[in-house]
């Protein structure tokens, strides 16, 4: 190599380490920002899965078509729980340690849940979780769906203004129903001046509700609440073909379970943040984003949209609620974010949504709604927010 040629390599190296030290931070920041949707994908609640999953997909798109976060585009890194606390654990742990996701979401069971917390420690990140909120408090959980005292206490105190008294509980025997729903629903009975007459408490796998039924006809209540978590839909049908009279009300109630149940939900009342007749601008917007994006020939249809479960609308939620916590903290660690979510406050499907003071429950309106022949919910009453304290 003649002293021209040695020059020109030592430009070109000098040249070329110039350019990696201009265009790495440029590369590192377009790396994309990784969230972890962990949901049942196969299993009895597979459709809830897939239902998280298109709603967390769309709530990614939407950020990145609005230009990400800290300069970075979202991708979501997708896990099967396959309703096993154990491989929920070991997935919820590669997802954090070896993709390095930002945060988890789409989990249905609370012991799926647990399972994502316990990975979360090591992490520092944020666990947000899109189901019923029972009262669980951590450093790094946000749950997405109402609490307790947020369904049960409205929900009485219109029925208790419509002439029912008389209430048989129909609820899954799970410790989050022992511990907070039923204590909550006998308190708030008991403040709006109604009784309740028994508690029938049904293990999960239970397809046969006819002794039960029997039972609770014999008591001859004005209402039957019901919290069925793993078969509503066969309990519904059980309880129309038995003609029973009692007004049924439930805390599981929504458009995909009334076309499952064929007819047999028509007239149930019904308590949840979201319907999918909810009238607002951001929540047409979804429903037609989301058709357009994520239905296929195969989903049902309420109209003209396909139907979304309010558990979707509740990961879409979460994510929107991270995302602007993300731009508040300029930063996904769980306690930066902890700090930023109690000053968050959006539009989304369900309406204007904030954070609780503590920074682990949602601020929304609930909704009380009656289930119509043709599958959707005629809301008969918007309250709060409502304190998600228990």
């Given at each position: 190599?003649?002293?021209?040629?040695?020059?020109?390599?030592?430009?070109?190296?000098?040249?070329?380490?110039?350019?990696?030290?201009?265009?790495?931070?440029?590369?590192?920041?377009?790396?994309?920002?990784?969230?972890?949707?962990?949901?049942?994908?196969?299993?009895?609640?597979?459709?809830?899965?897939?239902?998280?999953?298109?709603?967390?997909?769309?709530?990614?798109?939407?950020?990145?078509?609005?230009?990400?976060?800290?300069?970075?585009?979202?991708?979501?890194?997708?896990?099967?729980?396959?309703?096993?606390?154990?491989?929920?654990?070991?997935?919820?742990?590669?997802?954090?340690?070896?993709?390095?996701?930002?945060?988890?979401?789409?989990?249905?069971?609370?012991?799926?849940?647990?399972?994502v917390l316990q990975a979360s420690r090591a992490a520092g990140r944020l666990v947000?979780?899109?189901?019923?909120?029972?009262?669980?408090?951590?450093p790094q959980l946000l749950t997405t769906g109402l609490a307790a005292s947020q369904?049960?206490?409205?929900?009485?105190?219109?029925?208790?203004?419509?002439?029912?008294?008389?209430?048989?509980?129909?609820?899954?025997?799970?410790?989050?129903?022992?511990?907070?729903?039923?204590?909550?629903?006998?308190?708030?009975?008991?403040?709006?001046?109604?009784?309740?007459?028994?508690?029938?408490?049904?293990?999960?796998?239970?397809?046969?509700?006819?002794?039960?039924?029997?039972?609770?006809?014999?008591?001859?209540?004005?209402?039957?609440?019901?919290?069925?978590?793993?078969?509503?839909?066969?309990?519904?049908?059980?309880?129309?073909?038995?003609?029973?009279?009692?007004?049924?009300?439930?805390?599981?109630?929504?458009?995909?379970?009334?076309?499952?149940?064929?007819?047999?939900?028509?007239?149930?009342?019904?308590?949840?943040?979201?319907?999918?007749?909810?009238?607002?601008?951001?929540?047409?917007?979804?429903?037609?984003?989301?058709?357009?994006?994520?239905?296929?020939?195969?989903?049902?249809?309420?109209?003209?949209?396909?139907?979304?479960?309010?558990?979707?609308?509740?990961?879409?939620?979460?994510?929107?609620?991270?995302?602007?916590?993300?731009?508040?903290?300029?930063?996904?660690?769980?306690?930066?974010?902890?700090?930023?979510?109690?000053?968050?406050?959006?539009?989304?499907?369900?309406?204007?949504?904030?954070?609780?003071?503590?920074?682990?429950?949602?601020?929304?309106?609930?909704?009380?709604?009656?289930?119509?022949?043709?599958?959707?919910?005629?809301?008969?009453?918007?309250?709060?927010?409502?304190?998600a304290s228990l």
């Amino acid at each position: 190599m003649n002293r021209r040629d040695f020059s020109r390599t030592l430009l070109l190296g000098a040249t070329g380490a110039l350019a990696a030290s201009v265009v790495s931070p440029v590369t590192r920041a377009a790396e994309p920002l990784r969230i972890g949707l962990l949901a049942p994908l196969s299993g009895p609640l597979t459709r809830v899965g897939q239902a998280n999953r298109s709603c967390a997909a769309l709530a990614v798109d939407e950020i990145n078509a609005a230009g990400g976060l800290l300069g970075r585009p979202l991708s979501l890194s997708v896990e099967d729980t396959q309703m096993s606390t154990a491989v929920t654990l070991q997935k919820a742990r590669q997802l954090f340690m070896r993709d390095g996701v930002a945060m988890i979401t789409g989990m249905v069971l609370p012991s799926e849940r647990e399972a994502v917390l316990q990975a979360s420690r090591a992490a520092g990140r944020l666990v947000v979780y899109p189901n019923f909120d029972d009262g669980r408090c951590d450093p790094q959980l946000l749950t997405t769906g109402l609490a307790a005292s947020q369904r049960i206490g409205p929900l009485v105190a219109w029925l208790m203004r419509s002439g029912g008294l008389t209430v048989c509980a129909v609820v899954s025997d799970i410790g989050s129903n022992r511990k907070v729903l039923v204590p909550q629903l006998q308190a708030a009975l008991a403040r709006y001046g109604g009784t309740l007459l028994d508690v029938y408490w049904l293990p999960f796998g239970t397809r046969d509700y006819g002794a039960i039924l029997q039972r609770v006809a014999s008591r001859n209540p004005q209402i039957v609440w019901h919290s069925i978590g793993d078969d509503p839909v066969t309990f519904v049908k059980q309880y129309g073909s038995f003609a029973m009279k009692p007004k049924l009300v439930s805390d599981i109630a929504h458009e995909s379970l009334s076309i499952a149940t064929a007819g047999a939900s028509t007239d149930t009342i019904g308590v949840s943040s979201y319907f999918m007749s909810i009238e607002n601008a951001e929540n047409r917007d979804f429903l037609a984003r989301y058709t357009a994006r994520y239905a296929n020939a195969h989903d049902p249809r309420l109209g003209r949209y396909a139907v979304v479960l309010p558990h979707g609308e509740n990961t879409y939620a979460g994510i929107r609620l991270f995302a602007e916590a993300v731009r508040s903290a300029g930063s996904v660690d769980a306690g930066r974010l902890r700090a930023a979510l109690p000053a968050v406050s959006i539009a989304l499907p369900r309406g204007k949504t904030g954070v609780s003071h503590d920074a682990g429950h949602v601020l929304c309106q609930t909704r009380i709604g009656q289930a119509l022949a043709d599958n959707s919910f005629s809301i008969l009453e918007s309250t709060g927010p409502g304190d998600a304290s228990l």
